[in-house]
């Protein structure tokens, strides 16, 4: 009878544990200076806002590091809830909710070629010439992406680009972000590549992708208007001065 008790009051004592602690699945990849990933570790200003605003609804988030085209699939079938910094496109909208933004970026395309080939792409017909790195699943103009005359080659991620650049497979690599594939190359000790004249300029959302097959969609309106009111109250701001980043423009 004691025992029977006892097992009644664990199973009490878990259920109530279960039921208070509200988990969402975020997945994150490395992305500096905004998305760090160091010894197996998450950290960043886009980490830090999401875990506060997923408090303020009491939620906690778990984390996972997963190359970006991974998190995208797992967008897809509602087996990743969040994903920060989601570029919103109308094919993703199909599948994702945006939440946010909680700022913007000038977050021009660039290209990237071999020093002292800077003047070989000075517009967009230039680029018809060449054979051009693409990372999967990345969004980086309208044109681009949906332009299937060019000559794209398919790579994994910013590791596998910067190989194989490097190793003389392509001369000219599409980038969204600069600092993202320059890290790469200085782990590699490579240095010979500059920026051709010719560069794509925009202007993105930051926004935070929810996957709308999630089975916590229910957060998605209060999730987002916290995200917001972080954004025009400045903390997010402050978020980003703890790392010595300057904040995402406000144009709202």
């Known amino acids: 009878m004691?025992?029977?008790i006892c097992c009644l009051i664990l199973l009490s004592i878990s259920t109530l544990v279960s039921a208070e602690e509200k988990l969402l699945h975020a997945d994150f990849r490395h992305r500096p200076p905004e998305m760090i990933v160091e010894n197996n570790r998450a950290a960043g200003p886009l980490k830090d806002v999401l875990d506060e605003a997923a408090d303020v609804i009491g939620y906690k988030i778990e984390w996972r590091i997963a190359p970006f085209a991974r998190s995208l699939k797992g967008l897809k079938n509602g087996k990743v809830d969040?994903?920060?910094?989601?570029?919103?496109?109308?094919?993703?909208?199909?599948?994702?909710?945006?939440?946010?933004?909680?700022?913007?970026?000038?977050?021009?395309?660039?290209?990237?070629?071999?020093?002292?080939k800077e003047k070989t792409i000075n517009d967009y017909h230039d680029l018809y010439k060449f054979e051009i790195g693409i990372k999967r699943d990345t969004a980086y103009f309208t044109k681009f992406d949906a332009d299937q005359a060019l000559h794209k080659i398919l790579l994994l991620d910013d590791r596998n680009m910067s190989s194989m650049f490097a190793a003389h497979r392509f001369d000219v690599m599409v980038v969204l972000d600069k600092d993202s594939i320059e890290s790469a190359f200085k782990q590699k000790d490579f240095t010979d590549y500059a920026?051709?004249?010719?560069?794509?300029?925009?202007?993105?959302?930051?926004?935070?992708?929810?996957?709308?097959?999630?089975?916590?969609?229910?957060?998605?309106?209060?999730?987002?208007?916290?995200?917001?009111?972080?954004?025009?109250?400045?903390?997010?701001?402050?978020?980003?001065?703890?790392?010595?980043?300057?904040?995402?423009?406000?144009?709202?």
């Open 2 to 4: 004691i025992r029977f």
């Open 82 to 116: 969040l994903v920060p910094r989601v570029i919103k496109t109308s094919q993703r909208e199909k599948f994702i909710d945006f939440l946010g933004p909680i700022g913007h970026r000038q977050k021009d395309i660039v290209f990237l070629v071999r020093k002292g």
């Open 195 to 252: 920026y051709a004249d010719y560069k794509h300029k925009q202007n993105i959302g930051i926004f935070y992708g929810l996957s709308k097959l999630s089975a916590n969609t229910k957060v998605n309106a209060e999730l987002s208007r916290i995200l917001l009111d972080m954004s025009q109250s400045g903390r997010v701001a402050q978020i980003y001065q703890n790392y010595k980043l300057e904040a995402p423009l406000r144009l709202f």
